[in-house]
């Protein structure tokens, strides 16, 4: 029986959205302006990576055809193949986010069908109502930040007067989120969870895709660091996605990263975190050992978004793509016939954009393994594709949306 590994690399947009204007981000391109900057010198740092983008192993599996054709313009410095060795191409969002959830969702087949809440860029961002619960039902002796920030800097900028006061560090962006940061010492990580539990309850009325637990170390301004012990409360997503029908259907589920917490542990099957994209690599490729025939792992590898993108680190971004494709072949050495990998990203996050936020993009969509043919799948309308597809090799009924290309 086929196997399938879905591997979502987390904000790897390829540009091209027709919509894009509408969320600021008309001519945002994540993968191509990487692409650019390296082309450029500006993808150079001593001691990281320097000159031309290497991706070997994607760019011959149909990267840079993919990114090429959403773009609609070659890709300056990188050597795209004339025929790549697998299938490829872009996919289009239709959910109304640019968010981790809205990709997801879609990427497995159930597209959010509705309109995410979101908080408004003032201060205070929050709904003095809903202030006042968090405080009072979490016992809390007030709560810091209250505004739109970037999760690093907010933590430099408030985490000593969180220390002292025992005030959580509370905040949101431009994505359907709220944020909760805490010392996992001098507040505790239980704590922080059971708080961003309480917040989960208050923010369902409002629609707010994700409650995000933030702990962080460090006794001052420089010396704090966000932990891996991060947690996500999310809304339960849309009925009848790729993990359902595989529930459904007794297959065995093995969810990587932090696939559990954007699917609200609903059909996730076996949960396996991890700190960072190589190790959570490494826990892929065990997990591919034994996965049963007939079974999915899903994938989530956060680095590109969480370090580079938010922090508009190109060369930064650049080194990650880098060490990840030189990870694939091994992976690939890993497959048996029957199986497929489908490669693709969940929106973008540019990091040579302006703000910090992620940015309305394409994501590519490559599909390779022993016997898959080689070949364009062209524009897919819809992420649901994707599931569609996933769904279809492995004999599952189909999701609620998406067609597949087989």
């Given at each position: 029986?086929?196997?399938?590994?879905?591997?979502?690399?987390?904000?790897?947009?390829?540009?091209?959205?027709?919509?894009?204007?509408?969320?600021?981000?008309?001519?945002?391109?994540?993968?191509?302006?990487?692409?650019?900057?390296?082309?450029?010198?500006?993808?150079?740092?001593?001691?990281?990576?320097?000159?031309?983008?290497?991706?070997?192993?994607?760019?011959?599996?149909?990267?840079?055809?993919?990114?090429?054709?959403?773009?609609?313009?070659?890709?300056?410095?990188?050597?795209?193949?004339?025929?790549?060795?697998?299938?490829?191409?872009?996919?289009?969002?239709?959910?109304?986010?640019?968010?981790?959830?809205?990709?997801?969702?879609?990427?497995?087949?159930?597209?959010?069908?509705?309109?995410?809440?979101?908080?408004?860029?003032?201060?205070?961002?929050?709904?003095?109502?809903?202030?006042?619960?968090?405080?009072?039902?979490?016992?809390?002796?007030?709560?810091?930040?209250?505004?739109?920030?970037?999760?690093?800097?907010?933590?430099?900028?408030?985490?000593?007067?969180?220390?002292?006061?025992?005030?959580?560090?509370?905040?949101?962006?431009?994505?359907?989120?709220?944020?909760?940061?805490?010392?996992?010492?001098?507040?505790?990580?239980?704590?922080?969870?059971?708080?961003?539990?309480?917040?989960?309850?208050?923010?369902?009325?409002?629609?707010?895709?994700?409650?995000?637990?933030?702990?962080?170390?460090?006794?001052?301004?420089?010396?704090?660091?966000?932990?891996?012990?991060?947690?996500?409360?999310?809304?339960?997503?849309?009925?009848?996605?790729?993990?359902?029908?595989?529930?459904?259907?007794?297959?065995?589920?093995?969810?990587?990263?932090?696939?559990?917490?954007?699917?609200?542990?609903?059909?996730?099957?076996?949960?396996?975190?991890?700190?960072?994209?190589?190790?959570?690599?490494?826990?892929?490729?065990?997990?591919?050992?034994?996965?049963?025939?007939?079974?999915?792992?899903?994938?989530?590898?956060?680095?590109?978004?969480?370090?580079?993108?938010?922090?508009?680190?190109?060369?930064?971004?650049?080194?990650?793509?880098?060490?990840?494709?030189?990870?694939?072949?091994?992976?690939?050495?890993?497959?048996?016939?029957?199986?497929?990998?489908?490669?693709?990203?969940?929106?973008?996050?540019?990091?040579?954009?302006?703000?910090?936020?992620?940015?309305?993009?394409?994501?590519p969509v490559l599909a390779f393994g022993p016997g898959i043919a080689s070949g364009s799948i062209g524009a897919r309308p819809t992420f649901a594709d994707i599931g569609a597809s996933v769904a279809a090799h492995l004999g599952l009924p189909a999701p609620i949306a998406g067609r597949s290309w087989w």
């Amino acid at each position: 029986m086929r196997r399938a590994l879905l591997l979502v690399l987390d904000s790897l947009g390829c540009g091209g959205a027709a919509d894009a204007a509408a969320f600021g981000d008309a001519g945002a391109d994540t993968f191509g302006h990487i692409v650019e900057a390296c082309a450029l010198g500006r993808g150079n740092r001593d001691g990281l990576r320097q000159g031309p983008l290497r991706m070997p192993f994607l760019v011959s599996h149909g990267l840079g055809l993919a990114a090429e054709a959403s773009r609609g313009k070659p890709l300056p410095g990188l050597e795209a193949p004339a025929q790549a060795l697998g299938l490829w191409g872009h996919a289009v969002e239709t959910s109304q986010g640019k968010d981790t959830p809205s990709g997801h969702w879609e990427i497995a087949g159930a597209p959010a069908d509705f309109a995410w809440g979101y908080f408004p860029d003032t201060q205070p961002s929050f709904p003095p109502a809903l202030t006042q619960a968090l405080i009072a039902e979490g016992g809390l002796p007030g709560i810091l930040g209250d505004r739109h920030a970037s999760g690093t800097d907010i933590i430099e900028e408030l985490g000593a007067e969180h220390i002292r006061s025992g005030k959580p560090i509370v905040y949101t962006s431009v994505d359907s989120v709220l944020q909760i940061a805490a010392h996992e010492e001098s507040f505790g990580l239980e704590r922080l969870y059971d708080l961003c539990r309480l917040a989960r309850r208050l923010c369902d009325p409002l629609r707010i895709g994700r409650i995000i637990a933030r702990p962080f170390v460090g006794d001052a301004p420089g010396a704090f660091r966000r932990t891996p012990r991060r947690k996500d409360f999310a809304m339960p997503p849309t009925m009848g996605n790729l993990l359902d029908r595989a529930a459904e259907a007794g297959r065995p589920v093995i969810s990587i990263g932090k696939i559990g917490d954007i699917f609200a542990h609903r059909n996730t099957g076996e949960e396996i975190k991890g700190a960072g994209n190589m190790d959570l690599f490494d826990k892929t490729l065990t997990a591919l050992e034994r996965l049963p025939d007939g079974g999915l792992i899903f994938a989530n590898y956060l680095d590109l978004d969480t370090d580079f993108g938010h922090r508009r680190d190109a060369p930064g971004a650049s080194a990650c793509l880098e060490a990840f494709d030189a990870r694939m072949a091994e992976l690939a050495s890993h497959l048996r016939p029957g199986d497929l990998v489908i490669f693709t990203g969940d929106h973008g996050n540019d990091p040579t954009w302006r703000g910090t936020d992620h940015t309305r993009e394409h994501v590519p969509v490559l599909a390779f393994g022993p016997g898959i043919a080689s070949g364009s799948i062209g524009a897919r309308p819809t992420f649901a594709d994707i599931g569609a597809s996933v769904a279809a090799h492995l004999g599952l009924p189909a999701p609620i949306a998406g067609r597949s290309w087989w």
